[in-house]
């Protein structure tokens, strides 16, 4: 669900398309598509958009509209430096007016420049604690912002912020609850090839744990792997 070719949506309706978001029935980067694509379409303007997620390790762009979006957020990750860097990091709109005149940050300015891509605007996502976000939209025909369009993109990130940290904290609980469900299968498998062993070679449990450890060692195989063949054995043995 990228490029263009989205029809033009109100503010108000698009809010109403976030609100009709079913968290656990599509993967957090579907989610994040349709947002970026609802955003990229309040604007009365053609534009291309994208959704910046940054950690405390890196940024990355989780949804965009177009190669364009994604191109100039990677020129930006490459150097550090920014606006929808900035506009996540401080929590501040930032809006680029001209990219041929813009100082603050060259380097991207000038790859945006050369593509085309006249202005831009950035609107903070805070998302959660140890996660902020930036709505982006890049214009090639230098119309797209005014006070009343910014205003449309800005009410519509309020709300496509609480879209999205939702969405994370589903994908994220949902997440440590897999793997929680895997670790106690884990678990259980060990247990039961433990139980074979202690019966088969009538040793204790921390004997039957190194001897499973050895076997996965020598075969390559996680520790799971091997005690989960062992009991597949003895269940058809039986």
């Not at 053609?46 to 965009?64: G, H, N, P, R």
């Not at 996502?125 to 005014?146: H, I, M, S």
Request: glycine share 6%.
């Amino acid at each position: 669900m990228k490029g263009g070719g989205d029809a033009p949506v109100g503010a108000q309706e698009a809010v109403s398309e976030l609100g009709k978001i079913v968290l656990g029935d599509e993967p957090l980067d579907a989610i994040l598509e349709r947002i970026v694509h609802l955003a990229k379409n309040v604007l009365p303007a053609s534009v291309e958009a994208s959704i910046t997620l940054l950690t405390m390790t890196k940024a990355e762009t989780f949804a965009f509209t177009g190669e364009l979006a994604i191109e100039l957020d990677e020129r930006q990750y490459e150097t550090d430096r920014g606006p929808c860097l900035d506009a996540a990091a401080t929590g501040n709109r930032i809006w680029v007016r001209d990219m041929a005149r813009e100082t603050r940050w060259p380097a991207f300015a000038a790859s945006a420049a050369a593509r085309g891509v006249r202005c831009s605007l950035s609107i903070p996502l805070p998302v959660q604690r140890d996660v902020t976000g930036a709505l982006n939209f890049y214009d090639l025909k230098g119309r797209a912002f005014d006070e009343r369009s910014i205003e449309l993109a800005e009410t519509f990130a309020a709300h496509a912020a609480v879209a999205v940290a939702n969405a994370r904290l589903y994908d994220s609980t949902a997440t440590l609850a897999r793997q929680m469900q895997e670790a106690m299968a884990t678990r259980a498998v060990i247990e039961q090839a433990k139980g074979i062993l202690m019966r088969d070679r009538g040793c204790d449990a921390d004997e039957a744990f190194d001897a499973l450890v050895a076997l996965s060692q020598q075969s390559h195989l996680k520790l799971r792997e091997v005690a989960q063949r062992l009991v597949d054995q003895v269940s058809k043995g039986e």
